[in-house]
């Protein structure tokens, strides 16, 4: 994908396709639609006059103009102006962006950055033109994501952009620094996207370790990968209890980024890696089995985090910890009953092996913290069915042992459109993991099972500030939504970048 920053006059701008915005309630053309009105002979005047199209949040409507040098004018709406938000500029962005490619046009111009004013003007949110350029060109790269690699027919028929422009009058500064970060954000999340929704016959343990490292070598970190003797050293019963039962070995990958003081302690970001999870021994049913591929979005994520913190120079020292593996039945696979002796020596006792998540974490929250004295965890899981349940597909699951990072990451969300709703973790809950004869049950039984499986990982949190972010729901969205397509959404990488890119709190 090429991306181009430009200003100048409307008059220099040639474009095939153009986004514009149009706020709710504009009866006539405003600021940039009423320049490019002026050029293309009226239709934008005409098309708000019969009332064909309303500035509706995220309606959109192509408008052609063949003698024009902008050939065509997709108009989006941005809702009313008062309501305008930095989640605004993102889905419209993506709207417009992706009407335009559904035509086939191959080289998107985005101009949606005068709108930003107005909106803040009439009361909504307020930030600067570099955050609010970010945020267009978020919004528009990200609506792009398709994976074609598995289609060998007719792949003429798909349909892609190859260019997109970010153009504003003037502000060629904010409006450079914006896409910029924007593009080293949304590449990350690109390469997050395409990790989980690769199949598990091609995105293995092994191929997230190589593209970890190949990651590290690029944007500038340390990659370690410990193989399954290294487990066994180590004694991370967890992780290597989940792999008993598959034929692909285990890893388990540390990322290590030093942008801050030497010797500061840095901020551990964990995400599960569980590359397919079938449920192992307590196996789950057939239907929507394959979705399990999306299992290691956590992983994909962490991994993620440490290319944008890394290529955007935060200054702060990270860890970033994937246990990746796949949970399989078989004759060697761990059956409900077992025990098993975690990292830091606590015992659990298996009473589901489809609660393999909390498993492979608690070894890698157990080693941030007694390895790379982590100042603070975060873990992002797919971890409960629950949190599917409870919040659907529009909040994470956020709950914490520390107010401080728990409000960060909420805030975090709300800004970057990652959002979060917090959910309790009173000790009541904490009662329910209590085994008969280990130190813990790997399950609560059948109520807030999202909160138990936070339970149990705080058990190996301790006194550490740490944070758990349950993606069960948001990761994958099967309903197209506007800068994310059907499939892998990449999220929490923004939330969380913005949280370190916000440390201390
Ligand atoms: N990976 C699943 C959770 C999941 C479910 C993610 C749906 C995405 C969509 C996890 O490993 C799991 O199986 N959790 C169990 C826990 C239970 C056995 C306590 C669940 O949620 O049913
Ligand atoms: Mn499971
Ligand atoms: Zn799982």
């Known amino acids: 994908m090429n991306v181009h920053v430009k200003t100048g006059k409307l008059a220099d701008l040639a474009a095939e396709g153009l986004v514009v915005g149009v706020y709710e309630g504009e009866q006539a053309p405003v600021g940039l639609a009423a320049e490019v009105d002026g050029a293309i002979g009226g239709v934008i005047a005409a098309v708000l006059k019969a009332g064909d199209f309303k500035g509706k949040a995220n309606s959109t409507i192509v408008l052609h103009a063949p003698a024009n040098q902008l050939k065509r004018v997709a108009l989006v709406g941005l809702g009313k102006p008062g309501e305008a938000t930095l989640e605004t500029l993102r889905q419209a962005a993506g709207k417009g962006t992706t009407a335009l490619r559904d035509l086939n046009v191959k ?157 500061e302690a840095p901020i551990a970001i964990v995400g599960k890696g569980i590359t397919f999870d079938t449920g192992g021994i307590s196996i789950k049913p057939g239907e929507g089995m394959d979705k399990m591929k999306y299992d290691m979005a956590g992983g994909a994520a962490a991994i993620a985090i440490m290319i944008a913190a890394a290529r955007l120079g935060v200054k702060k020292n990270l860890v970033g910890l994937v246990p990746a593996t796949d949970n399989m039945p078989s004759g060697s696979a761990f059956k409900p009953g ?134 069960a729901g948001t990761a994958w969205t099967e309903k197209e939504k506007p800068y994310r397509p059907k499939g892998p959404t990449g999220v929490p990488v923004r939330m969380v970048l913005d949280t370190i890119q916000n440390w201390p709190l």
């Not at 080289?107 to 005068?114: C, F, H, P, R, S």
């Not at 267009?136 to 609506?143: I, M, P, Y």
């Not at 490292?213 to 340390?222: M, S």
Request: hydrophobic letters at 45%.
């Open 338 to 471: 077992d025990i098993f002796t975690s990292y830091n020596g606590m015992t659990v006792e298996v009473l589901n092996t489809d609660a393999e998540g909390r498993m492979v974490l608690c070894d890698a929250i157990a080693y941030a913290i007694k390895d790379k004295k982590a100042a603070a965890v975060i873990d992002m899981a797919t971890l409960t069915g629950a949190c599917v349940i409870a919040l659907g597909t529009e909040a994470v699951g956020v709950l914490g042992n520390n107010q401080g990072l728990v409000d960060q990451l909420l805030k975090s969300g709300d800004k970057t459109g990652d959002r979060g709703w917090q959910m309790p973790l009173w000790k009541e809950y904490n009662e329910l993991l209590r085994s008969d004869i280990a130190d813990m049950k790997n399950i609560g039984g059948r109520e807030a099972g999202t909160i138990t499986a936070a339970c149990f990982l705080q058990r190996f949190a301790g006194d550490t500030p740490w944070c758990h972010l349950d993606i």
């Open 107 to 263: 080289a998107v111009t985005v101009g949606l950055l005068a709108e930003a004013q107005r909106g803040w003007k009439a009361g909504g949110e307020a930030y600067d033109a570099r955050q609010a350029a970010q945020a267009v060109a978020e919004g528009s790269l990200l609506s792009l994501f398709q994976m074609n690699d598995y289609r060998t027919r007719d792949r003429d028929e798909l349909k892609s952009v190859d260019q997109v422009t970010f153009w504003a009058a003037d502000g060629e500064d904010a409006l450079k620094a914006g896409v910029e970060a924007a593009q080293v954000i949304t590449d990350a999340i690109t390469l997050a996207r395409e990790l989980i929704v690769h199949p598990s016959n091609f995105a293995t343990a092994t191929h997230m370790a190589e593209v970890a490292v190949k990651a590290g070598k690029a944007a500038g970190f340390d990659v370690t990968v410990f193989e399954k003797a290294d487990l066994e050293r180590m004694k991370m019963g967890g992780i290597l209890a989940v792999n008993q039962g598959s034929v692909e070995p285990p890893k388990f990958i540390v990322m290590e980024y030093h942008g801050g003081a030497k010797g």
